[in-house]
């Protein structure tokens, strides 16, 4: 059962448009998301979190929205370019499960020149 | 900044060899985890340690075993590597109570033959 959903398997857009990555949650115990970026032959590194409580966190380029009533969160990058492009890892913890992550099966994301 | 480093980059085992994979965390952090990548499948947990000598699996525990003698270095054991546990290995840490930030190793490539 995937707790943490990412259908989009791709996405492409052209460098200065907006990026929108989508994620999907059904464990309503989730209180805490985070999104990571993984560039191939890396490990993901951390962009950017939201605790539950929350609704939206803006840091530079990227926001993240939370909509809790609707178990969905996006990411958006704005203006996208072409050193965004990696696999977007979206990622929910309960908090009490020793702070292990559920992470997506991830959105490859092109942004074009 | 913290640095989880990872032994192998690359890695070809034979099927039926027991494998070791070692992970070594600068940043003093309690929790340790062992993440597999694979495509189309995301990041998904084998075990993970938030104390020395302490374990507890994760979401896909069969055919590995955990090793936390000391708190900086955390081991992957496979002791009967089979072609099925060809995969991206990922080690993360993260600090104790209050954050599920993961700091991700650059990753071991595991070829069973």
């Known amino acids: 059962d995937q707790q943490v959903k990412q259908n989009s398997p791709s996405l492409s857009v052209q460098e200065g448009r907006i990026s929108i990555l989508n994620c999907d949650y059904t464990n309503s115990m989730f209180d805490y998301f985070l999104w990571y970026k993984k560039y191939p032959a890396e490990g993901p590194t951390f962009l950017i979190s939201?605790?539950?409580?929350?609704d939206k966190n803006e840091d530079g380029r990227f926001t993240v929205f939370l909509n809790k009533s609707a178990k969905h969160l996006s990411l958006h990058i704005v203006p996208s370019q072409p050193g965004d492009s990696a696999v977007y890892f979206c990622?929910?913890?309960?908090?009490?499960?020793?702070?292990?992550?559920?992470f997506g099966k991830g959105t490859l994301l092109t942004v074009n020149p | 900044d913290v640095k989880v480093t990872q032994s192998s980059r690359y890695l070809v085992k034979r099927t039926g060899e027991k494998v070791f994979l070692e992970c070594v965390q600068d940043m003093d952090h309690e929790n340790m985890f062992w993440y597999r990548q694979d495509p189309g499948l995301g990041l998904r947990l084998i075990y993970f340690?938030?104390?020395?000598?302490?374990?507890e699996k994760g979401d896909i525990p069969e055919g590995y075993s955990v090793s936390r003698e000391k708190k900086e270095r955390f081991s992957l054991i496979l002791e009967s590597a089979s072609t099925n546990q060809t995969s991206m290995y990922l080690c993360?840490?993260?600090?104790?109570?209050?954050?599920?930030?993961?700091?991700f190793g650059s990753g071991t490539q595991l070829s069973v033959l």
């Open positions: 939201i605790s539950s409580i929350k």
């Open positions: 990622a929910a913890s309960d908090g009490g499960s020793n702070y292990k992550l559920t």
């Open positions: 993360a840490s993260s600090p104790p109570t209050g954050t599920e930030k993961l700091f």
């Open positions: 340690s938030y104390d020395v000598k302490m374990k």
